[in-house]
């Protein structure tokens, strides 16, 4: 559970995604994800 800050109040838009929005984010993610394992394993073979 996440705590709100004090005197701070999360407003949250519970709309759902659009099937184009959800697409953007998988991506985005996918693309996050490979960049990681790329540093991953540049950073062992530079060790």
Request: aromatic fraction near 4%; avoid cysteine; glycine fraction near 0%.
């Amino acid at each position: 559970m996440i705590k709100e800050p004090l005197n701070i109040d999360f407003i949250v838009d519970p709309k759902p995604l659009t099937k184009t929005e959800e697409k953007i984010i998988s991506d985005f993610i996918k693309a996050d994800k490979k960049k990681r394992i790329v540093r991953k394993s540049s950073t062992k073979t530079h060790a």
